[in-house]
């Protein structure tokens, strides 16, 4: 012990009353899943944008989540991330830490990614510059770009290059990508803060077929190493991917399933998919 009671968690340095010890960055996935939204309510002005919303994600699963525009998807990522307060429920990382308790910055610290539908990079500096920029470290951008690499930290992004698809466009300027490929970046720039779970807001939103499908390619790559979260309008998209499916609907699960299960489900067919 080092003199913190057993009623309480430390993560990142910080404490919290959870239950017992958990060393900085670790994560209870003693029973397999990652991710838990419990009972989970948010309300604006008496709206009930998620209602009592429960599903969980395991450990290196890749789930995406559907739904009719006003389901809530938007809502339940910014509850997860820390930029919305639910009214009731919580939501954890683990069996303990209640990331309800968390701000933004400490929830992103130890583990949660998010990319939003439209890419953000830093369009002045190379595709190489931006993964030095997004390497997980405390340092100012300038205290980044004028230190010099070690070969670990050189190997390891050129490794990423080469998993996004953009080793030719190392040197490039990021803001002369293709759309598609600056969603690729994006996800690299997570991926090179370790991230344990990745949400992915419309990641194949405005791309290309080609793009499209080398995108599907990446996520299920990376499932397994990290867990995924994918909101997604684009059916053939998720059908390319999913292997679990939750359908949300006024702010709660309507269905969860396999692909093929959702598509026959007369309830997702009446609100959502249609006939």
Request: proline residues 2%; contains cysteine; negative net charge.
């Amino acid at each position: 012990m080092t003199g913190v009671s057993d009623q309480t968690l430390i993560v990142e340095g910080r404490t919290m009353g959870l239950g017992h010890v958990v060393r900085p960055g670790e994560i209870d996935l003693s029973h397999g899943s990652i991710l838990y939204v419990d009972s989970v309510t948010v309300s604006f002005d008496g709206f009930k944008a998620l209602n009592d919303l429960s599903f969980a994600i395991d450990a290196g699963e890749l789930r995406c989540v559907i739904g009719p525009n006003g389901a809530g998807k938007t809502t339940m990522m910014d509850v997860i991330t820390g930029k919305t307060r639910p009214d009731t429920g919580k939501v954890y990382l683990g069996q303990t830490i209640d990331l309800t308790e968390m701000g933004e910055y400490e929830i992103a610290r130890i583990g949660i990614g998010r990319k939003f539908q439209k890419p953000t990079v830093f369009e002045s500096h190379t595709v190489f510059e931006n993964l030095e920029l997004a390497m997980k470290a405390d340092k100012s951008v300038w205290t980044v770009l004028f230190q010099r690499l070690s070969g670990e930290q050189r190997d390891r992004i050129h490794e990423m290059l080469s998993r996004i698809g953009l080793t030719e466009r190392a040197d490039s300027l990021a803001g002369m990508l293709s759309h598609g490929q600056k969603q690729w970046l994006e996800i690299g720039m997570l991926l090179m803060q370790d991230p344990q779970i990745l949400l992915l807001d419309e990641p194949a939103a405005g791309m290309s077929d080609e793009e499209t499908a080398r995108t599907a390619e990446l996520l299920q790559t990376l499932a397994g190493r990290h867990s995924i979260v994918v909101v997604e309008h684009d059916m053939e998209f998720v059908a390319s991917i999913a292997r679990k499916v939750t359908v949300l609907h006024e702010g709660r699960v309507l269905a969860e399933g396999s692909m093929d299960r959702i598509q026959n489900d007369e309830r997702v067919i009446e609100v959502y998919l249609g006939r």
